[in-house]
């Protein structure tokens, strides 16, 4: 079964990350900017403290309307993530977020954030993946019925 | 392969809807009062107009700030999203949706909205089928093994 290596490995840059400091109104022009729904939030030493998603800014929005936009990051933020390691399978990976109702997971390596996957990423490569052993599996029965 | 109609008849309620003449105000808070991260959005025959996400929202906020909240629905809608019918199947709404890169599929039958499916809806109906195929296929291999 995959690991989530593979994925890491097909990404073009590295995590998007911002400090809790930063304010709301950064944010959301950063993940305009990236056009991604969720970023990581680190401290000044790069270790991993939440992460912050396009529904923990519209949940702000219902509850504290444009006084939202002047918040801290780290006042929205989903503290203390679900994290997962290079070696995590992309099954597992998978189970996790669906469990969890979340659509991004930090990857964490010897103690350091290396990278984000997201459902979309995780649920791509798991279908392709199945699909092979439909493929392979079917390929096999046929060669049993001609042999 | 199933239908996207398997998937409507285990939801608990029909399509939540908005009109395009809402605030973006009402519309959040309808957002979060429901869980949901979209809202499909009907004219007053409830025909389908367009699809507000959480992700609309967020871009607005980058782009124009707490004017945002003052908007109309119609404003930051995507007007004519792809549509599906009941008997589209799940391999095929996976494929529109990522494709198009949108996690909201409004269902139409006979011109009438009767449902939303989301990405997740799909997948996870996807990947079972998909397991109960390589298990089907497995056991059909250890049967000819052993006869």
Redesign the interface.
């Given at each position: 079964m995959t690991s989530l290596n593979a994925i890491l490995r097909q990404k073009q840059h590295g995590p998007i990350t911002i400090t809790p400091e930063t304010s709301i109104?950064k944010a959301?022009?950063l993940?305009?900017?990236k056009r991604i729904?969720a970023v990581v939030v680190v401290s000044a030493e790069n270790e991993l403290v939440g992460i912050l998603s396009?529904?923990d800014?519209?949940?702000s929005?219902?509850?504290s309307?444009?006084e939202t936009?002047d918040m801290m990051v780290a006042q929205l933020m989903t503290p203390h993530p679900t994290t997962a390691t290079p070696k995590t399978t992309v099954f597992e990976a998978?189970n996790l977020m669906?469990d969890g109702h979340f659509r991004h997971l930090p990857i964490v390596d010897d103690g350091k954030l290396i990278g984000v996957v997201s459902?979309?990423d995780v649920?791509?490569r798991?279908?392709d993946e199945?699909?092979d052993?439909?493929r392979n599996?079917?390929d096999?029965?046929a060669g049993?019925h001609a042999a």
């Open positions: 109104r959301v022009a993940l305009a900017e729904g396009e529904r800014v519209v949940r929005l219902a509850s309307g444009a936009l998978e669906t459902i979309g649920v791509k798991l279908i199945q699909a052993q439909v599996l079917r096999y029965v049993v």
